[in-house]
């Protein structure tokens, strides 16, 4: 599958932080792309420097997902190409002196970021698998989903967000295996510590001791890097069923 070839595709999460370079990615290299974000305000904006289309969307919704895919198909044709980067990542313990961890927060962050993703892969794939392939593999899309390395490091107040990235990473075999027939790849990326909003926010010290802790390079990943591995995914058509670390070689600690 080539990118260049104006293949149709889909980001969640696409306004901001690693979305929003896989949007920019996909674009340079001509895919029509729809940005599926609740930030309506900065996904607009993306949307109208790199020309992709902006389509407010819930993850944790199934009629706005379908509303969503369905007017990105409208647009464009079925999303061939789905990349799934919509996440939070509140930090909460599972016990401590501010009391037991909200069952609330925890059950938002498996809604979004696990739930979500399933949510927006399962709904995509539908379609997908009613398409004509695209080439003489049978191939009929790909999807890229977002894990972490928190799925496999866990940091004290990361039980919610862990268990959501292990379940993102978990869900990577069986689902390539549901969809190898339909021709449809299903792979994810593991990232480290990343220069997102998320990150940008916290002080510069901060940012630098973290970026400190990687053996190399030393520094925070650029959102560009995920997306060329996306992207790399995207066109390499064998990749499937795999759970790819980007992370400096860092493995983290308890804190």
Known sequence: MHIGDKIPAIVTGGASGLGEACVRALRARGAPVAILDLQKERGEAVAAETGARFVETDVTSDDSVAAALAGAASAHGTARIVINCAGIAPAMKTAGSKGAHDMGVFERVIAINLIGTMRVMALAAQAMREAEPLDGDGSRGVIVN???????????????????????????????RDLARDGIRVCAIAPGLFATPMLEGLPREVQDSLAAQVPFPARLGDPGEFAELACFIVETGYMNGEVIRLDGAIRMGAR
């Open 146 to 176: 977002t894990a972490s390395v928190a799925a496999f490091e866990g940091q004290v107040g990361q039980a919610a967000y862990a268990s959501s990235k292990g379940g993102v990473a978990a869900l990577t075999l069986p689902a390539a």
